[in-house]
């Protein structure tokens, strides 16, 4: 198990939004969280990051047990630099060329070689099929060429997990194809991966494990294609349903 | 026009220039930079709202954007002699332009940093990079170039604004200008070529700042 967080507690203002919250990922899983918008999906994929600081909870990442409430900013840096984070709405830096995105990370925070990072930055976003855009600054990309480069970015930094926030929600829908393709690729070669997302073909056909959370509980989770078939809780067959429909 | 002013014009324009190119001109590029830096300072403080030194870099930019330069100038060149403070007049003039400055481009630099979009900073830390890492390669040059019309706004400002270093007799353009009529007669045409003459300064610089901002434009729009 590489990722494993229990009973996560996280209020706004007092509103509670994710109600103690259990998740675990294996290495090599590819686990989607479902949920309509507001459910506290997006809230405890930043918290298992520190985007946002959990109220309580433990964190186990790599064997190691940390308390939410009262992990240091070391511990954080620590666990940030083996794990990556895709975002919504692409979040790349906005004064780098795509190549620069991705070798940041590992020039600056890691102090890699400049010529080794460039050589793994190169590889990243080949995987992702844009070896021809290194030299594009992020406003001259699309939105899921954008995407792809925030993607070889997370790659580029060889994390244990990556972390994927509704990767495809802000792309114009023909755009969330090449998105999602890549990240199929990444799964199929044992990438482990948390996947907040609407796109139920990539919870059904991709992820190996699917969770459904609502109101900040999880309602049901299980192996995808049972939680497909066969859902427990009538509050589950109910959003799939609604949200099957309006694919 | 006598031959007698178009003399004095000519001969005078060097006389004017000199100082100009060896004082006004050197006042503004220190006293700038100097301004810069206490500028970017003072912006990071309240950007990263850092306790105490929020609180006293709020008051001096209160106070410096609160009172007229020249009070300023008069208070450090002629007020701080008198607690054993004795400046020169052109350190005197580069100590307050820079203080000015410093207080002024704070505000137009931390506005800019608050107008970096906040995901640039959550990119920055997932990717393990220290907040101040992420200040200085993704958010500061970002800021910079919102800020950049608008420094060379004050930039442009504070060449005229060194007229003012006159009163504490710091030998420049206008200080030159002021003795040349004294021995000529001659305010309207003198007055009239001095201006002309930051004029030319004014508008070498705004030049420079459109050719600036185009080429930092180079990864355009947000």
Known sequence: MILQVKNIRKAFDGMEVLKGIDLSVDKGDVVAILGASGGGKTTLLRCINFLERADSGELTFDNRTYDLAKITNKEIAAIRRRTAFVFQNYNLFLNKTAIQNVTEGLIVARKMDKGKAMEIGRAALDKVGLSDRLDYYPNQLSGGQQQRVAIARALATDPEIIYFDEPTSALDPELTGEVLSVMKELADEGMTMLVVTHEIGFAKNVSKRTMFIENGVVVEQGESREFFAHPKEERTSEFIRAISAKE | ?222
């Open chain 2, 1 to 222: 026009m006598s031959e007698r002013l178009i003399e004095i014009l000519i001969s005078s324009f060097p006389k004017i220039l000199l100082p100009g190119l060896l004082t006004t001109i050197p006042l503004t590029a220190i006293s700038f930079a100097a301004g810069l830096v206490i500028a970017v300072i003072a912006a990071l403080i309240q950007f990263a709202n850092v306790p105490v030194l929020k609180q006293i870099i709020r008051f001096y930019v209160w106070v410096i954007r609160g009172t007229p330069l020249l009070v300023q100038l008069f208070v450090v060149f002629y007020g701080l002699p008198s607690v054993g403070l004795l400046l020169d007049p052109f350190p005197s003039a580069c100590i307050c332009f820079a203080i000015n400055e410093g207080a002024y481009a704070s505000e137009t630099i931390r506005a800019s940093l608050e107008s970096v979009p906040s995901g640039q900073i959550e990119a920055g830390s997932c990717v393990g990079m220290s907040w101040w890492q992420i200040m200085r390669r993704i958010v500061l040059p970002q800021a910079f170039r919102t800020a950049f019309p608008t420094l060379g706004n004050e930039l442009i400002s504070m060449v005229k604004d060194t007229s003012l270093a006159a009163n504490i007799t710091v030998m420049e353009m206008f200080m030159q200008t002021q003795r040349i009529v004294a021995v000529t007669y001659e305010p309207l045409a003198l007055y009239i070529e001095v201006g002309v003459i930051y004029l030319i300064f004014s508008t070498v610089l705004s030049r420079m700042e459109r050719f600036g901002e185009k080429r930092l434009s180079v990864y355009g729009k947000r």
